[in-house]
């Protein structure tokens, strides 16, 4: 896991690359790459590349980058890890490549050199790279299918710059700082910023699942080589008799492919059942000792809510090396700052990934697995009963546009001086699939956002964005109900909340998350078995060879909770702020514009 950057200076008409400005912005990345720096200036200047490392694989100086070929042709910056790079490696020294390192980097340079741009279709992984071609004199840029590894560019027509993070290509005075109307919206409807918007015009995510090419001719338009709704709709239902062990295989082969490193790799352990499960495996694909960490919070201590004591019995069961931390909410009010500082861009989750990243990290940790990605791939969130139901019921009003708006203009301004404003849209948005899932993950509703930005940002940022054809084009493709909902959790809640969180929070304490639940081949392997009934996450749960602790698997699932909402609400009331969720998505949005 590590920190990428680079400039091209693509028309001649440019000026070289800037050593410093370079340097700048690598070195905003600090905490991403403590264990090495490095960066590569062409001759004729006219680009550089430059990274921070993590050294997870191959520790040594011949895993340094940025990483040249034998014959100085290609050059490499990689964040990430290729999981199955052995295989790749052995396929390549086959075809008479020859290898310096035992790095992934190295594996990628030459698959390259094979294949070009459609390397990316062999890989299994979490990445975002870029490779400097020499002969061509172009640049590709490249991104995993579910964006769990991050890759920001700003292109002023005659510069590209590229780096992991947002804040890291501010550090650059020829980037701007104009605000992206469709990121503000976007962060006020979902309480993240939905890609590719950031909340800077100059400063664009590349698509997940895509590649960039640049070279004198200027950047192309990003191609998709992966659909996540086609994916999840691909195949049968197969052989009922051989699904149970089809799971359990699926599931152990992405673990033991998770597990590979050089360095101890350890597990957020809650007491969900995703968590508990992958402790699970992992422990049975291991010899060596296993870590685990869990949060406690004082607030929960003896509720429901209290993760800790359930999560020791996993531990207990499993023969870890478990760690329970307590965190307070003083511990909070003397992160904040730090946390915030941390964010890459504005989100209102994040808060439990940074503690327990910082407890692993403070454990000598330099990697750990998350049970991140269950609720979307196996059916665990309500939204997968609620969607379905809501269109089932509401969907006759399609044929009434103007009802829904006429119900929603009358019944809105009342509505939300008792209940959630969201019962005013149930008439007008609830009958479509995006619509339902706008309504039932929206933070703040498309009405109340003028309130927020005002009419003219509103209606640029709702025009650009256009987020109800968007929520429909995610699922299409989708053939049935899960395989929709999951699309819809995936992409929009998934990749520009949860995955995002968890890069920038790890990150900030210098950690790798991995998530064995969100792994292209897994979901290629799961794909032709899943029905709308199976597998949920009972039958996860019941893949370890040896079964879980029954109060773990009968547990009444609660997901996990911080009382971020509480902590605020003491802070809120002092200062006559507004309450709970939406009044610290002002606060986040607040200091993160102001930063």
């Known amino acids: 896991m590590c920190g990428i950057a680079g400039i091209l200076s693509y028309r001649q008409t440019d000026a070289p690359v800037n050593r410093d400005e370079l340097l700048n912005i690598r070195d905003a990345m600090?905490?991403?790459?403590?264990?090495?720096?490095?960066?590569?200036?062409?001759d004729g200047g006219r680009v550089g590349l430059a990274h921070r490392r993590?050294?997870?694989?191959?520790?040594?100086?011949?895993?340094?980058?940025?990483?040249?070929?034998?014959?100085?042709?290609?050059?490499?910056?990689?964040?990430?890890?290729?999981?199955?790079?052995?295989?790749?490696?052995?396929?390549?020294?086959?075809?008479?490549?020859?290898?310096?390192?035992?790095?992934?980097?190295e594996v990628l340079l030459y698959l390259y050199a094979e294949h070009g741009a459609d390397m990316v279709r062999s890989l299994r992984g979490m990445y975002a790279f870029a490779v400097w071609d020499e002969n061509?004199?172009?640049?590709?840029?490249?991104?995993?299918?579910f964006g769990i590894k991050p890759l920001y560019y700003a292109d002023n027509g005659n510069t590209l710059r590229?780096?992991?993070q947002v804040k890291a290509l501010l550090r650059s005075s020829a980037v701007g700082r104009a605000p992206e109307p469709a990121g503000q919206v976007g962060f006020f409807l979902w309480g993240s910023v939905p890609e590719p918007h950031t909340l800077y015009k100059g400063i664009r995510a590349l698509p997940a699942g895509s590649t960039l090419w640049i070279d004198a001719g200027g950047l192309r338009r990003p191609e998709s080589f992966f659909s996540l709704a086609g994916t999840l709709s691909a195949g049968d239902a197969g052989n009922p008799a051989d699904r149970g062990n089809h799971l359990r295989a699926a599931l152990l082969d992405s673990v033991r492919h998770h597990l590979v490193a050089d360095v101890p790799v350890g597990v957020f352990l809650s007491a969900g059942l995703d968590s508990a499960t992958l402790t699970a495996l992992a422990a049975e694909s291991s010899d060596a000792s296993l870590h685990t960490v869990t949060l406690g919070f004082n607030e929960y201590r003896g509720t429901d809510n209290d993760e800790t004591i359930l999560a020791e019995t996993v531990a207990r069961h499993c023969r870890t090396s478990h760690?329970?931390?307590?965190?307070?909410?003083?511990?909070?009010?003397?992160?904040?700052?730090?946390?915030?500082?941390?964010?890459?861009?504005p989100t209102?989750?994040?808060?439990?990934?940074?503690?327990?990243?910082?407890?692993?990290?403070?454990?000598?940790?330099?990697?750990?697995?998350?049970?991140?990605?269950g609720d979307e791939l196996f059916g665990g969130y309500p939204s997968f009963r609620q969607i379905p139901g809501m269109v089932r019921l509401l969907s006759p009003f399609r044929s009434f546009p103007a009802v829904g708006r006429l119900f929603r203009r009358i019944s809105a301004p009342v509505l939300k001086r008792f209940t959630s404003p969201k019962y005013g849209g149930l008439l007008e948005y609830g009958g479509t699939h995006g619509g339902a899932y706008l309504l039932r993950r929206g933070l703040f509703m498309p009405w109340e956002l003028p309130e927020i930005l005002g009419d003219k940002m509103?209606?640029?940022?709702?025009?650009?964005?256009?987020?109800?054809?968007?929520?429909?084009?995610?699922?299409?493709?989708?053939?049935?109900?899960?395989a929709r909902v999951s699309a819809l959790e995936m992409t929009w809640y998934m990749r520009n909340q949860l995955l995002r969180d968890a890069d920038w929070a790890g990150m900030a304490h210098s950690l790798e998350i991995r998530v064995p639940l969100v792994d292209v081949e897994l979901m290629r392997r799961l794909a032709p078995l899943l029905t709308e009934t199976f597998p949920d996450k009972q039958d996860m749960a019941r893949s370890p060879h040896q079964p879980l602790p029954p109060q773990i698997l009968n547990r009444r699932k609660t997901g996990f909770s911080v009382p971020v909402r509480e902590w605020l609400m003491l802070d809120d009331g002092r200062q006559g702020g507004e309450r709970g969720l939406r009044g610290w998505a002002r606060r986040v949005m607040a200091m993160q514009t102001a930063a």
């Open 348 to 373: 209102i989750d994040g808060v439990n990934t940074y503690f327990i990243s910082k407890v692993a990290a403070e454990s000598g940790l330099k990697v750990a697995i998350s049970g991140l990605g």
């Open 136 to 145: 061509k004199k172009g640049l590709l840029l490249a991104r995993d299918p």
């Open 30 to 42: 600090a905490a991403r790459g403590p264990d090495g720096a490095g960066f590569w200036i062409a």
């Open 458 to 482: 509103t209606r640029e940022g709702w025009q650009e964005l256009q987020p109800l054809m968007r929520l429909e084009e995610t699922i299409h493709g989708a053939a049935g109900d899960r």
């Open 323 to 345: 760690r329970t931390q307590w965190v307070s909410r003083e511990n909070f009010q003397n992160e904040r700052e730090r946390l915030f500082s941390a964010m890459d861009q």
């Open 54 to 105: 993590l050294a997870i694989i191959d520790l040594g100086d011949s895993g340094a980058q940025p990483m040249a070929s034998r014959d100085g042709r290609f050059r490499i910056v990689f964040n990430g890890e290729i999981y199955n790079y052995k295989h790749l490696r052995i396929g390549l020294e086959k075809r008479g490549y020859r290898f310096q390192s035992q790095s992934d980097t």
């Open 162 to 164: 590229f780096a992991s």
